[in-house]
């Protein structure tokens, strides 16, 4: 028989159907508005060949395409990688896109950028497995070539997590609860819980459950040398290259393979 959806990790089905309605916010205006900010941070030149690891429904691979960069989407996911490909025809580029485990990475030497955005790590129960990710990252890049990590700030989840709200989307209505888990092991963790419900019926079509491991910027880094990568430059809080703070809404990290070939840091 089949595993349950219980007996599945949570990335295995918080990624269906329904995601575009949870996270409807996410969309091409904002890959759009963002793209260009990112490519700064890169230092992308024109044409470059980019690999959007856990792409989802494409928006960013569709971004970067557009502006003439060459981008491969990678992820998990049937549901949003079909929905990539119909969104996807006819644009600059020629994104492609591949269903994969980010902790195998197929590639070699073969990318000037990848992009880890919108809190695409951290997902495993194990912290080996977010290593294997960015061994798998320094593995795909070509020597000098750079990853954009984007992650939640932890300081400011922990500061300003909201418990519970709802929103309502056209028919549907979205309850989220939220809490921070620094009791399970290889944590901490930030949980969250989604009930959709649909307005017309009352039905609940979806109760979806997502936790991510939250790492400090220290870690990020001592992670990064370890998987053979070199952090670089300042640590930013946005995609605008505004400095890390305590406030900052995110926590943006560039990091490059050396060209010299690997180095990896030694210790933990």
Same mark, same amino acid.
């Given at each position: 028989?089949?595993?349950?959806?219980? =007996?599945?990790?949570?990335?295995?089905?918080?990624?269906?159907?329904?995601?575009?309605?949870?996270?409807?916010?996410?969309?091409?205006?904002?890959?759009?508005?963002?793209?260009?900010?990112?490519?700064?941070?890169?230092?992308?030149?024109?044409?470059?060949?980019?690999?959007?690891?856990?792409? *989802?429904?494409?928006?960013?691979?569709?971004?970067?395409?557009?502006?003439?960069?060459?981008?491969?989407?990678?992820?998990?996911?049937?549901?949003? !990688?079909?929905?990539?490909?119909?969104?996807?025809?006819?644009?600059?580029?020629?994104?492609? +896109?591949?269903?994969?485990?980010?902790?195998? #990475?197929?590639?070699?030497?073969?990318?000037?950028?990848?992009?880890?955005?919108?809190?695409?790590?951290?997902?495993?129960?194990?912290?080996?497995?977010?290593?294997?990710?960015?061994?798998?990252?320094?593995?795909?890049?070509?020597?000098?070539?750079?990853? !954009?990590?984007?992650?939640?700030?932890?300081?400011?989840?922990?500061?300003?997590?909201?418990?519970? =709200?709802?929103?309502?989307?056209?028919?549907?209505?979205?309850? +989220?609860?939220?809490?921070?888990?620094?009791?399970?092991?290889? *944590?901490?963790?930030?949980?969250?819980?989604?009930?959709?419900?649909?307005?017309?019926?009352?039905?609940?079509?979806?109760?979806?459950?997502?936790?991510?491991?939250? +790492?400090?910027?220290?870690?990020?880094?001592?992670?990064?040398?370890?998987?053979? !990568?070199?952090?670089?430059?300042?640590?930013?809080?946005?995609?605008?290259?505004?400095?890390?703070?305590?406030?900052?809404?995110?926590? #943006?990290?560039?990091?490059?393979?050396?060209?010299? *070939?690997?180095?990896?840091?030694? *210790?933990?």
């Amino acid at each position: 028989m089949p595993p349950s959806v219980a =007996d599945r990790p949570w990335y295995v089905h918080a990624f269906g159907p329904l995601y575009l309605t949870v996270y409807g916010h996410r969309d091409d205006a904002e890959a759009r508005r963002n793209a260009p900010r990112i490519s700064k941070l890169l230092s992308l030149r024109p044409r470059s060949r980019v690999l959007d690891l856990a792409c *989802g429904d494409g928006r960013y691979a569709r971004a970067f395409s557009s502006m003439g960069h060459r981008v491969t989407g990678l992820d998990l996911s049937e549901d949003l !990688l079909e929905e990539a490909k119909q969104r996807s025809p006819g644009l600059p580029g020629a994104p492609t +896109y591949l269903r994969a485990d980010m902790r195998e #990475i197929p590639f070699f030497a073969q990318f000037d950028a990848v992009l880890s955005l919108f809190t695409s790590f951290g997902y495993f129960d194990e912290r080996v497995d977010d290593e294997k990710v960015l061994e798998g990252v320094e593995r795909a890049l070509v020597p000098g070539g750079r990853l !954009l990590l984007d992650l939640p700030n932890p300081e400011q989840v922990r500061s300003s997590l909201v418990a519970a =709200d709802e929103q309502v989307r056209g028919h549907w209505h979205l309850r +989220y609860e939220r809490r921070w888990d620094a009791t399970t092991a290889a *944590g901490p963790y930030v949980r969250k819980r989604i009930v959709v419900t649909d307005r017309r019926t009352g039905h609940v079509e979806g109760d979806i459950s997502e936790r991510v491991r939250l +790492y400090t910027p220290d870690e990020i880094d001592r992670a990064l040398g370890l998987a053979g !990568l070199e952090p670089e430059g300042a640590r930013f809080g946005d995609f605008d290259g505004s400095p890390l703070t305590s406030t900052s809404p995110r926590f #943006i990290r560039v990091a490059r393979r050396p060209l010299g *070939g690997r180095t990896r840091a030694v *210790g933990a």
